[in-house]
């Protein structure tokens, strides 16, 4: 089984700042990685699939990289409606995985 | 509008069974992977099962196998999940959502969740 390490588990930023959130697997899982974004009481929401391909509707300032091992979701200008928990996801191997969130909170 | 509405969760005592819905519209179910994950509260996201777009291929969590059934009912447009030998442990917002043509790949969209409580 693949286990995905998230970090920092909680991240303060001010608006207007760069985030930047890791996920870490624990052996490749090539560009098979997803990012999510879940407010309290919602769904969780697709941002990023394949590494780097943002989802349909999500804004610009959300981008994702990496491959492999080691994956990075940034925010690059934070607005109110981005604090959140950010979890990633591995599909590349079954049983599929997610990792154990990042919470972005307003610093 | 792709819409996801699950149905069936509730409060029940340890060792018993249920049935969890999730009724699909706005594409087509008959060609898409689905999938259940699970939310402790508090807790982060787990996945717990998915099966292929004919439902020939089913898949679960390690902590389910066994115990879960994932299937689906494409001239109805449901996915179900039916649950037995429920613990604590279990207790949890359970979502479905939308696989891909292929059975692994990323969630989109989800549906709102039900949440199933098991306590005595």
């Known amino acids: 089984e693949i286990v995905m390490t998230q970090s920092p588990a909680t991240l303060s930023v001010s608006p207007g700042e760069r985030a930047t959130l890791s996920c870490r697997a624990s052996?490749?899982?090539?560009?098979?990685l997803a990012w999510y974004q879940q407010k309290p009481g919602q769904a969780p929401r697709l941002l990023i699939y394949?590494?780097?391909t943002r989802a349909t509707g999500i804004p610009a300032r959300f981008s994702g990289s990496g491959s492999g091992t080691e994956f990075t979701l940034t925010i690059s200008s934070l607005q109110s409606e981005d604090f959140a928990v950010y979890y990633c996801?591995?599909?590349?191997?079954?049983?599929?995985?997610f990792g154990g969130g990042t919470k972005v909170e307003i610093k | 509008e792709v819409q996801l509405l699950e149905s069936g969760g509730g409060l029940l005592q340890p060792g018993g069974s249920l049935r969890l819905s999730c009724a699909a519209s706005?594409?087509?179910?008959?060609?898409?992977?689905m999938t259940w994950v699970r939310q402790a509260p508090g807790k982060g996201l787990e996945w717990v099962s998915g099966?292929?777009?004919?439902?020939?291929?089913?898949y679960y969590a390690d902590s389910v196998k066994g115990r879960f059934t994932i299937s689906r009912d494409n001239s109805k447009n449901t996915l179900y999940l039916q649950m037995s030998s429920l613990g604590a442990e279990d207790t949890a917002v359970y979502y479905c959502?939308?696989?891909?043509?292929?059975?692994?790949?990323?969630?989109?969209?989800w549906g709102q969740g039900t949440l199933v409580t098991v306590s005595s």
């Open positions: 959502a939308k696989g891909n043509l292929v059975t692994k790949g990323w969630f989109d969209p």
């Open positions: 706005g594409f087509t179910f008959s060609n898409y992977a």
């Open positions: 099966i292929s777009s004919s439902g020939a291929s089913t």
């Open positions: 052996q490749s899982v090539s560009s098979n």
């Open positions: 394949g590494a780097s």
């Open positions: 996801q591995q599909y590349n191997n079954w049983p599929l995985s």
